[in-house]
Every structure is written in structure tokens, then in C-alpha cells.
């Protein structure tokens, strides 16, 4: 039996996963394999970390990354110490020292994943990231491989699991935002600072590296789209409710002729599409592809276990000599890629759902729809709702398909209105 | 640019679609690739199949598949004419003139698996099968090489689209059975016989493939027990309905101590479990792993485009020499795995439903739950309807967890009591 060595570079909970699989290989399969990978060191800042792991004696343990970069023992470096720096240096000399490198790092993928990929494509090694979006869900390997005869036409997906548990909980406990977030971060779900995951930029690396892969492009990442839950009322998560959609935080990308649509934001989905019964913690990737039509994987998007799942199978794949292949043979997040415009979120066409709070007197509605009319926005239903608060009600709408443009000049418009109180919320719709 | 050349056997609805596809190079991940899949022959019994093709000059037709297989220059062929014969025998003469293979057989698989694979080994030569499973969705690559890391504890599948669309007719539109298959007929997702598919074998061929995979173990595919849908009352689909269960025709795998359970039958799920909300003709798969928890993966099981996509993926994989390497590496469907005993059905858990058309009268249940008692069922909840039939009224009943043989010697034994009429029925459980 070959082996073939890892060195794992930030022993946080993922790397405690992957550490234990590794020692072990409780798994039929990885246990049988030709070529097996061997956990050989480890390096962590904390010192405490060795004592805590109870490693066996023949594990290397340093809080000096370098001593793992240095090793000509160690031929695949596991880098899961995220964020930007100095997790990019390390994965520089990883590939300088002619060492393949599996990691879970979306940020910086998403950020500098050409830049990385050139540099490997030039040291002739690879560069593996299954667990950087949706934890083990296979989803980049189905992206790349299982789904290669396909065009992309779509990618739809639920890729952070703290925003989705807090929608879960205010959607099924009427709980309002900061009770839910609370809540998540109590159970270690969400972080002390939450803004990664609930303001959408979790999301929108995650959507970058899928879109890549997807539709074999490269873009800005600084012009993905991306808003957050954290101004979610749990009113109109109840009014969309009631109309017959659930609220979920989504990422979608979308190839148009010209150029792609890339964005993430709370999105109302009808209650039968597949995307609105994944609650909690759990994430799902719908696909359409040309051949394949509508696909959806599910599973849990992130946590200990799910997640050193997949860096374990890129291990795999690196040590098989799979990952080589495939990094050679996938010609994205490269120079290779036609650059294409991310289209403008003004010009993105949805249906949209509106609340105003209006005054209760005769007139508002044709106001209001006599504005909506006049930038081609037309009204699918409404709702007036009696709940009253400080004088006004709630006027809930849901419109057809309209240009984002236009709906903003009219919002802006409509703020000249007297009997339009407060701000007036609207939410995206996908069918 | 480097190609491989693939021989196409088999020009069916799913021949016509890979040949589509790799003519038509759509995908900009394929077109793109180091080395890419060429068409180069065509075998088919039906002469008439060249000019409905209106296949370019530089593609050979033949109607004998051996011209295929002694061409030096082909280097990988396609099996897709499904059955046993002669499908066993061109794969086999396939290996052994140095040709990779890859199939979407189903049967044959389920079948002769482990002595085709043997036969591949030994000629140092690859079998892919993505297509075989799951129609697009890339399933086998999933459970192989995404969930390597994992012990597979229970795969849950609908992996037969034309009994899940017959369901869901007769479910959504209270159709019955046989009005519900005269009209899969009609669209295509039935064949004139439909008894593969309706009497649940094609499922259990699934599962058979499945389950080697994910548990890593051989078994004899005879004691896969199955039973198919032709039998269904839609009175049934109906109670249990309104009881808050889904009844459909799953492939079941579980790994217990000391063997598995491998069956397929029409079962009842919870309307909230994700699988309930699986309709038509889609197909999906639950996976349950030791580290990456519950998944799973839906997609279109079946259909022209999407198994060519399954198809083309697997022959991108041996284009590249990574089927090669799986191959190797997969140490499945051979001499090298653990001969497990499939458990007997009669040892089989589950809840049951049960409806028994009895007399009306007085001390009935008492009867029946006496019965079940003393073979150690539970009732949880017993709900008996007025619809009065032939002067019997149905009693529908779920029971607790109760083992399956002692609840064919109740069921027995029950024949002998006079208030029962006709035949009971009985659906097992998953939650």
C-alpha cells in the first residue's frame, strides 16, 4: 500500500474532523485504497492544541506552518486557517515547494483563486476545494465532472447555514432577527461578529467559485450583488408566508447572451419549489443544466464533520493522482477564461413583493399603483392587512416581472407621497 | 488538442442523445478540456437509424457491433443497449481488445458485476457506470469518491422515475392504478410491458449497484427482496394521506452489524421528509454517512438528455485517465470485498400500516388488536372510515415498530376470523 502524506495546516474544528478520520479510516472504501493518505503533521499557533488532539507520537506537531512547508516528507498541504492572510502565503509556498494543496478557504478563492491557480498550474501542482462551498456536499466535483456535457444555466443555492437557520427559526417560531441570531450564536452557529454570514458575504464567495466552475468565466468579485438578512422584518416574512412563499437567503447565478447575473439577497420562494424545505443549518445547490435539466444536492453546508468530509475526499483525490488531472484538465478560475460583465442589479427583471406603511384613507392605492404604473410596473395582488401600527397599515403587494431600475426610481418617487409612511420593504422573487 | 475515440453501441433514445452531445460540444468546460471525446462509430441492428442521424461522413456506421470492437482506433466503447445479452458479451469482448467500457446497464450490472469487473481488472481496463443510477444525477461518482470518507450507514432512494410518476398521479389526482399507468404509457415514461419497472426490479438492479458501492461489500442480488406498485389501491395512498404520509416506491439500503438490508417496496414517508416532495418523473437519493450526515441528490432519473449526460461525463473520466484510476483504486464488485448476508425480510423493523375490511359490529378491534398483541405489535393509532363497501367498513391502523415476520403469523392468522373480509393490506414505514 502506497502513501501519500498530509500536512494540515490550522487545527480548528475542521482540521479536528480531518485529523480523525485520517487516524481512523473508519470508511470501507478508504481503507482499501491503493494509495492512502497519511496524516504526517500538523501545525496550529496554539500550542495547546497538541496536548488537547492526544496525537500518536509519530505525528509531527509544530506552531511553526513553515516547518510543515519545509518538509520534503509532506506532499499535500492542508491549509484551514481561512481569511486572506497569511492563509494565501501559505498556500504560495505550499505550491513553491512543489506541494498539492486541498483547501476550504471560499474567501480567498473567491478573491484570488486565478491568482493561486496560475501559480499552481505553474509549479505543475493542483489546488482542491470541495469543502469551500457547501460543506460535504459534493457539489464542485458534480459542478466539474458529473455535470461537464452541460451548458450551465443556473445555479440556485442555499450556501450558508447560519442565515438559514435564522430564517428557519423566525420563519417557523415567529422569533424576530436578533432572538434568532442570538439563538444561532448561543449554539455556535453563528459567530461573535455574524457580519460574514448574515450580510451575505459568505454567500457571495461561495456564488463566485460555483459560477466559475459553472459557466467556465471569469468576472469581478467586487461587483457580485450581495445584501444580507439583518434588516429582515418577521412581518413580511409572515405577510410572504401567507401569500404562498418562504423567505430563504439565496446566491444565484444565471448565464445570460451578453453576460451573467451573479447575486445573493433574501429571495421569496413559492412553498412547493425544492430550495424552501431546507431549513435549519442545511444547505442545497439547485442546477439546471442544458443536458441534465434541474438538479439539486442537499446536505449539511457546514460543521465538524460534514466538512472534513470533503477535504478527506479531495486527500483522496490528490493522492490517487485525480486532483492533478482534473486541475490540469479545468481550465477555469484562469487566464484561460473569457472575462464577463457581471449585468447590473438595475437591470435585473424579478417579480417583487412590496409592503408600505400607507395612512388608512381613501386614494392611496391608485397613488401608489399610478406611480408603479408609470415605470411599467404592474400589480399581480394585493393585500391590505389591518394589522395597524402608529397610525398605519400595511399595503402589501406583489407585482409582476419588473426591472430592479425601474422599481427603484419608483420607490424613490413614491418618498415624495404623504401617505406613504415609514420605509417602504420589497423583496425579490424566484419561481 | 488530444481526443479519444468512442464507439457508440446501441442507438436509442439514449444514444442519440450522447451522440448529440459530443458532436455538438456545447459546454464550455468540455470544449475546453486537454483531451476531449470524439464520436467515431456508430453500431446499430436497425440500418435505417445512419440516415435518421444524419451523422457527418467521418463517423463510421455499422450494423454489426464487432466492426466497432476490432477497430484498433476505438478506444473506449459505449454499451447502451441494455439486457443481458448481448450486452454481457460485447462488454467482455470489449475488455479484451484493450477498450475501456462504459454502460448504463443497469441489469447487467446488478447481475454480472463483480465477473465483468474482474474480467476489466484483468485486462488492466476501466467499466464506468454513471449512468446507470440516477439517470443524471452524478450519484455513483457521489457515494465513490465524495463520500469516501464516510461509513455509509443507510441509502434511501426513488431511482425509478416511471413508477414515481404513477404515484404521483394517483396521488395528486386520485387516479387508479391502471388509468394512472395506461397514461405513462401514453407520454413515454412506461414501456408496453412494463413490468421492470412497475414490479420494483428495476429498483432493486439500483440498489444492488448502490449498495456494493456504499457499503463495499458483495452480496447475492437473488435475496434483494422487492415488490412493486401494480398491486396498490389508491384508497390506501389515500388514508395514509390523510394519516400525514407519502407513499412511494423506495430502493432501501441499510448496514446493521452484521448485514445489510437491501428492499425495495412501496413505502410510507412522512409528508415532511424531503423525499415525499420528489414528484413525476425525478429521482432522488438520500445518503446517510458517519461524517457528512444526511444528503441527498435529485435530479431527472431517467430521459433521453440527461443519462447522455451521465454518459458523456464518464467518457470525459476515461478521456482523461481518471476512470482508470477509480477503477483501481474502487475496490467494489470484486473478489475483494467481504461476502455479506442479505437479511431476511421477515427480520425486517418497521411500522406498519395496515387497513382490514371489516364487518361492522361490536368487539372487531378488540379481535384484531388481541391478535397483534400477542405477536407483539402495538397499535399507535387506529382510525376506522364510514366509506362502506360490500357491508364491510375499512379500520386503518399504524402500528408502533413491530418485526415483519411476526406480522405475516398475525396477519395469518387473522384469516381465520370471520369479521375480517378480503384481503388486509399492509405498507411498511420510514420516518
Avoid at 226 to 234: K, T, V, W, Y
Amino acid at each position: 500500500m502506497n502513501t501519500f502524506n498530509v500536512g494540515l495546516i490550522g487545527m480548528g474544528t475542521v482540521g479536528a474532523g480531518v485529523a480523525k478520520i485520517l487516524l481512523e479510516k473508519g470508511s470501507p472504501l478508504l481503507e482499501k485504497l491503493d494509495c492512502v493518505p497519511v496524516l504526517k503533521g500538523i501545525a496550529d499557533r496554539n500550542p495547546d492544541v497538541k496536548n488537547k488532539l492526544n496525537l500518536p507520537s509519530d505525528i509531527l506537531f509544530t506552531t511553526d506552518a513553515k516547518e510543515l512547508l519545509n518538509n520534503p516528507d509532506i506532499q499535500v498541504v492542508v491549509e484551514l486557517i481561512g481569511g486572506l492572510h497569511p492563509a494565501m502565503e501559505i498556500i504560495t509556498t505550499a505550491l513553491e515547494k512543489g506541494k498539492d494543496v486541498v483547501t476550504a478557504n471560499k474567501m480567498l478563492l473567491a478573491l484570488h483563486g486565478s491568482e493561486l491557480f496560475s501559480k499552481a498550474r505553474r509549479h505543475g501542482k493542483s489546488i482542491s476545494f470541495e469543502a469551500s462551498v457547501g460543506g460535504g456536499i459534493p457539489i464542485i466535483a458534480a459542478l466539474r465532472d458529473g455535470f461537464i456535457a452541460n451548458k450551465i444555466e443556473a445555479i440556485f443555492g442555499i450556501v450558508n447555514g447560519t442565515t438559514n437557520y435564522i430564517l428557519t427559526k423566525m420563519t417557523r417560531e415567529k422569533v424576530k432577527y436578533s432572538d434568532a441570531l442570538a439563538e444561532a450564536q448561543r449554539l455556535g452557529y453563528a459567530e461573535k461578529d455574524p457580519t460574514m454570514d448574515v450580510e451575505g458575504i459568505d454567500s457571495s464567495h461561495k456564488l463566485a467559485i460555483l459560477a466559475r466552475i459553472g459557466f467556465g468565466v471569469d468576472f469581478d468579485y467586487k461587483n457580485i450583488y450581495h445584501e444580507g438578512i439583518s434588516a429582515m422584518d418577521l412581518s413580511d416574512i409572515w405577510y410572504a408566508h401567507e401569500l404562498g412563499y418562504t423567505l430563504k437567503l439565496l446566491a444565484i447565478a444565471k448565464k445570460t447572451e451578453n453576460n451573467i447575473e451573479l447575486r445573493v439577497h433574501p429571495t421569496l420562494l413559492p412553498h412547493d419549489h425544492p430550495l424552501s424545505s431546507v431549513n435549519g443549518v442545511f444547505n442545497a445547490i439547485c442546477i439546471t443544466g442544458s443536458a441534465v435539466g434541474e438538479t439539486m444536492l442537499y446536505g449539511k453546508g457546514a460543521g465538524q464533520m460534514p466538512t472534513a468530509s470533503a477535504v478527506v475526499a479531495d486527500l483522496v483525490d490528490v493522492a490517487l493522482g485525480r486532483a492533478g488531472i482534473t486541475f490540469k484538465a479545468m481550465k477555469t478560475f484562469s487566464g484561460h477564461c473569457e472575462y464577463v460583465p457581471i449585468a447590473d442589479i438595475q437591470q435585473f427583471k424579478t417579480r417583487y413583493y412590496l409592503r408600505f406603511s400607507v395612512v388608512d384613507k381613501p386614494g392611496v392605492l391608485a397613488k401608489i399603483s399610478g406611480i408603479l404604473g408609470k415605470y411599467e410596473i404592474s400589480i399581480a395582488s394585493v393585500i391590505q392587512h389591518k394589522a395597524r401600527e402608529n397610525g398605519t397599515v400595511p399595503l402589501v403587494m406583489m407585482t409582476h416581472l419588473a426591472e430592479e431600475g425601474n422599481l427603484q426610481k419608483a420607490l424613490t418617487e413614491m418618498k415624495q407621497l404623504d401617505v406613504i409612511k415609514d420605509h417602504t420593504k420589497f423583496l425579490r422573487v424566484e419561481e
